[in-house]
């Protein structure tokens, strides 16, 4: 699920408190790939701040909301428990827009400030302007933030609330991170140089090895160092139209969606090599992906179920050892395909928001799959998990 989330600051009309009520559509970023969205409302007063010297890209107001001013919160979910780490399976970040209205001051009462569940804290504001679709990424001890497009695309002196593409002369090519120290309500934030590309997101993904982080650009792989903070551009290998990056120990695996028998590569971090993945034993057909502490594991439809037959099909998954180069293959299982892929320790999380799906026809007829399981590794032993609460089953067709 690619929602778009915004973080930053949009810069507000001098002389013109806010009075705001906020409904943010968020997105969460977590290490292990989970994201949800929720729906959070926060009334309240507070002036508007002053806009950030030297801002070169703004978003301006949206004509929907009595061209009402934007203002963003950004909000970090933490643990605080005895056994469990500040590290990236315990710390989530959430961003949002939140649309105000001024000129007009709300009735008078008690102002309710947000009622957030334990564990969760309101982050210290970020810097520079707000920006939707950023690349974000966790290295481990920060977390980053990428280019991204102004909050409200805009075509001439026209505005609107519209997702469509952003000229590449109004994309920001700069960046921020934030630091959560060992207490995420009073970490840091710093701004990050500008990229030599324009074009930043996050539809390649955005892996990160030691300090790292890289993406795919039209002009080739993208590497930020966060240590240094240097950007290295590096060749793509010309036989590859791989359109997505995985991490795998200190190797990048580029890999390919679709149908298409399009080569898999690696790049070795250490030597700055590219190279051949070896084939793997589970064909093109509904391909995902995640890195395990037990190799990079491959899940996709089993290459030996008939075409021929009607309805689902069963998934198979296998193993890759970078260091050896050899697959292993672990047991197949039934569960709809499709689902998010989320590492939690020694499992894998494979999971649909469905209660399941009943095929009508073929050889499930009448049997519900289930749209959520567990691969347990380095086994591949599966088991099944409830479905989401009162959802229903996959409509057939």
Request: proline share 11%; glycine share 10%.
């Amino acid at each position: 699920m690619r929602d778009p989330g915004a973080i930053g600051t949009a810069p507000q009309p001098h002389g013109h408190p806010a009075s705001c009520a906020v409904v943010g559509g968020w997105r969460l970023h977590s290490s292990a790939g989970l994201r949800r969205v929720l729906q959070v409302t926060d009334l309240r007063s507070h002036p508007s701040p002053m806009p950030p010297t030297g801002t070169t890209a703004t978003a301006s107001p949206s004509p929907r909301h009595d061209r009402g001013d934007t203002e963003k919160r950004a909000i970090i979910m933490h643990r605080l428990t005895r056994r469990t780490a500040l590290s990236a399976t315990a710390v989530a970040f959430l961003a949002a827009t939140s649309a105000c209205t001024r000129g007009r001051q709300a009735a008078a009462g008690p102002s309710l400030e947000p009622t957030l569940p334990e564990g969760w804290s309101i982050l210290p504001p970020a810097p520079g302007p707000a920006r939707l679709r950023a690349l974000s990424a966790w290295t481990g001890t920060e977390a980053v933030f990428l280019g991204g497009s102004p909050t409200i695309p805009h075509s001439g002196d026209t505005w609107g609330d519209s997702l469509t593409a952003t000229p590449e002369d109004v994309r920001h090519r700069d960046g921020i991170a934030f630091t959560p120290g060992t207490d995420p309500a009073t970490g840091t934030w710093r701004t990050l140089p500008e990229a030599p590309v324009a074009s930043i997101d996050a539809s390649s993904g955005a892996p990160t090895i030691d300090g790292s982080v890289y993406f795919l650009a039209p002009q080739g792989l993208m590497q930020f160092d966060t240590t240094t903070d240097t950007w290295t551009r590096h060749d793509l290998p010309a036989e590859s139209t791989g359109n997505w990056l995985h991490a795998a120990g200190d190797h990048l695996i580029l890999t390919a969606t679709g149908f298409e028998e399009i080569p898999d590569f690696q790049w070795n971090t250490r030597t700055q090599q590219w190279s051949l993945v070896p084939t793997d034993p589970l064909g093109r057909a509904g391909r995902r992906a995640i890195n395990t502490p037990h190799g990079f594991l491959l899940i996709a439809i089993d290459p030996d179920y008939s075409r021929d037959d009607i309805g689902p099909r069963p998934l198979a998954a296998a193993l890759l050892d970078v260091e050896a180069g050899t697959w292993r293959r672990l047991p197949n299982y039934q569960q709809l395909e499709g689902g998010q892929l989320t590492l939690h320790g020694n499992r894998v999380i494979d999971a649909i928001p469905l209660a399941g799906f009943t095929p009508a026809v073929g050889p499930y007829a009448g049997r519900q799959l289930p749209a959520a399981g567990v691969l347990t590794l380095p086994g591949g032993a599966w088991s099944t998990l409830p479905g989401a609460e009162e959802a229903a089953d996959l409509a057939p067709g």
